[in-house]
């Protein structure tokens, strides 16, 4: 006899104690425009669509809760039912300086990525990690490491997980920030002769200063930092490939509005999952942006980018919102 998910979902609730847990929900919609016109690396497209979520859980008391919800994306042009949607079921350990998840949990509850190693094009059609993620903030300090199960292995279906860490330290108005991502690519089930296990990522640090309490700006930050990559085909490289180079970025803004700017110069990238700009020698990105208001309930951001990458000019221009119920 099956039983319905939500009946196993009501009896984990009931079955605890009332007096150590209670009961919420939160809800919202994220609505994605994203138009791209990447001519330099060949891949122009537009992104049109939004997605519905939803969560309900129990608070048990001494910082342990239970989620359990559904996240649905339709993609505008598509057919309504194209995306499964996805499952959201996690428990979370929130004790103020040490956080703890496992499960099928929200990208958004995690510190942000750079791009070079995770594109936001996965919060659009992966906005959940599965797996787990451990994160510790000290007074001057923080650090999270992660894994992500992308695909379990089966006969016609390969075993595929991202790894990873980052953080930072903060020293006055300096700071220092890492970010370690590692991406193993398995074999099927059934073997493959031609196929040979592939391990890819990369490891990125800056140098970081903060002037924003020393001027009119709400923000003012420089970053100067080194990006190395880490590449092999077991049994067909000799070793790792570790192309490398250098990264400069500006952050300012006031009030509604911002401007961030990046620069890199080195050797080109191959990142499984990241932004394809940096396959680039040299690459650069102005972001012009407006976000006419944020809150606790509704976020809304319009971006303008300018990309500067292989000899000439692309633009991609966003509109993100984010609303939520509660």
Known sequence: MRFPVYLIFLAFITGIPGNAQSLEWNAGFDGF???REYFSIGNPQTIFGSRVWGEIGADMGDHHQFRAGINYLYE??????????DVTMYYRYDGGKVDFMIGAFPRRNLPDYPLFFLSDTLNYYRPNMEGACLGYTGKNWQQHVFIDWTSRQTDDRPERFIFGFGGNVRMGMFFLEDHFLMAHLAAKGIPDPDFHLRDNGGFHMNLGLDLSEKVFLDTLVLRLGGLVSLDRTRGVDPGWQTPAGILGQLDLAYRSFGLSGLLYRGEGHTFF???PFYKLRHYGRLDLYFIPFRDKNVDL???FAIH???GQLDYSQQILVSARIR
């Open 301 to 303: 951001k319009i971006d």
């Open 308 to 310: 500067f990458a292989g």
């Open 33 to 35: 425009l994203d138009n």
């Open 273 to 275: 999952y990241g932004d």
């Open 76 to 85: 505008f042009g598509y057919t309504a039912f194209a995306h499964i949607p």
